[in-house]
């Protein structure tokens, strides 16, 4: 197979997107056309059972013509883990390297990891290149328009900005060893991204969804392409209240997360953050109860089942309030009023007490 590209074009920027097998095959080649003339680049990893394919980034960035050194973060980052101090450590190591403006940045691993060194590539002198190699799916979808936000201090989520690397890499070799975890949230992701842009794409990964299930490659790449185009052209909507869309589902994956217990995966809890908030959007918004039902059908067939919670209806509508306060005045929700239409809602206090106790229910009784 062929590695497809996409090119994300926005106002001030462009984002060159590779996907494919024979990524590795191609990377000296591929990663010299991320800067003017390869000079030095600084190798961001991790030694967390990536060892073997940091020294081919390694060899290949030799080849491209780069000088390299490796920086491995003694920060947890790639369990969740991405702070403002963890960044204060990438800073040193590029000023260690001597990395200019017209320098690379590479970054090999999860996606905190490429987060992080996205953010301080865009820093860095003015801002210096940076070309990103997610080793999960979740990475894969996200990190060519979001990046994973940088704790500061004790405040989570609490630094970021819109992402701007050069490049993002999705060797999809990588799929067959993936952890399931990371293709699980991908595919979730990819679900939310699509229920942004129009019946037509929805309609597609909902045709796709047992071959991205099976791993096959390229209705992988092809609803990976498609995820990557609408999420860029939310961000890119005329409309304010469309280029939250991204955000659907995730204050009630957040507001979950403090009232479940805390080993649930973060698959779960975005599914279970989708499917709650399209429920919330039949009242709230008009959405008309079959696409619920029909996103219920494809985050099963993508292997993300319904969850089995122990959850308080009150404790979960308060958490949504709470969780929505740190980022906003006003309580609106995006949610769909139709496949390719998310827009922010208001809900009343009685629609999300009464849904929040239907759910709750609904949880006890499965």
């Known amino acids: 197979m062929t590695i497809k590209r996409q090119i994300l074009n926005f106002n001030q920027h462009t984002v060159d997107v590779r996907m494919g097998s024979e990524i590795m095959d191609e990377l000296p080649r591929l990663i010299a056309s991320a800067v003017g003339k390869p000079r030095r680049a600084l190798l961001v990893t991790s030694d967390a059972g990536v060892a073997?394919?940091?020294?081919?980034?390694?060899?290949?960035?030799?080849?491209?013509?780069?000088?390299?050194?490796?920086?491995?973060?003694?920060?947890?980052?790639d369990v969740g883990i991405a702070s403002v101090d963890a960044a204060q450590g990438l800073?040193?190591?590029?000023?260690?390297?001597?990395?200019?403006?017209?320098?690379?940045?590479?970054?090999?691993?999860?996606?905190?990891?490429?987060?992080?060194?996205?953010?301080?590539?865009?820093?860095?002198?003015?801002?210096?290149?940076?070309?990103?190699?997610?080793m999960g799916l979740d990475g894969m979808v996200l990190l060519a328009t979001e990046m994973h936000p940088l704790a500061a201090g004790f405040v989570p989520d609490a630094v970021s900005f819109k992402a701007d690397p050069t490049m993002v890499l999705c060797d999809l070799s990588l799929l067959p060893v993936m952890e399931r975890e990371h293709l699980l949230v991908g595919y979730a992701l990819m679900a939310g991204a699509a229920m942004?842009?129009?019946?037509?794409?929805?309609?597609?990964l909902c045709e796709q969804a047992a071959a991205l299930a099976s791993g096959d490659e390229l209705a992988v790449k092809e609803a990976l392409s498609a995820a990557q185009v609408a999420r860029r052209n939310v961000l890119k909507s005329p409309n304010p209240s469309a280029r939250h869309a991204?955000?659907?589902?995730?204050?009630?994956?957040?507001?979950?997360?403090?009232?479940?217990?805390?080993d649930t995966p973060a698959s779960v809890l975005l599914a279970e953050g989708m499917r709650f908030e399209a429920?919330?959007?039949?009242?709230?918004?008009?959405?008309?109860?079959?696409?619920?039902?029909?996103?219920?059908?494809?985050?099963?067939?993508?292997?993300?089942?319904?969850?089995?919670?122990?959850?308080d209806a009150e404790a979960l509508a308060n958490a949504m309030r709470e969780v929505h306060a740190r980022y906003s005045n006003r309580f609106l929700l995006p949610l769909p009023k139709s496949a390719g239409m998310i827009r922010l809602t208001s809900v009343s206090d009685e629609i999300l007490e009464r849904h929040a106790a239907?759910?709750?229910?609904?949880?006890c009784s499965e």
Not at 196 to 204: D, M, Q, V
Not at 288 to 308: H, K, M, N, Y
Request: hydrophobic share 45%.
């Open 52 to 77: 073997e394919r940091t020294e081919e980034v390694r060899r290949a960035l030799i080849d491209a013509g780069f000088a390299v050194q490796t920086y491995a973060p003694v920060t947890s980052v």
């Open 91 to 134: 800073f040193g190591a590029l000023e260690e390297a001597n990395i200019t403006n017209d320098d690379l940045v590479f970054a090999l691993g999860s996606y905190e990891l490429c987060s992080l060194a996205a953010f301080c590539a865009r820093l860095w002198r003015g801002g210096c290149a940076s070309a990103l190699m997610p």
């Open 196 to 204: 942004a842009e129009g019946k037509k794409t929805w309609t597609n």
């Open 246 to 262: 991204l955000e659907y589902g995730r204050t009630a994956a957040r507001a979950l997360a403090s009232c479940v217990e805390s």
């Open 279 to 311: 429920r919330l959007a039949v009242d709230a918004a008009g959405l008309d109860p079959e696409l619920v039902f029909d996103q219920d059908d494809l985050l099963f067939d993508l292997g993300i089942e319904e969850a089995s919670l122990t959850l």
């Open 358 to 363: 239907a759910y709750a229910a609904s949880l």
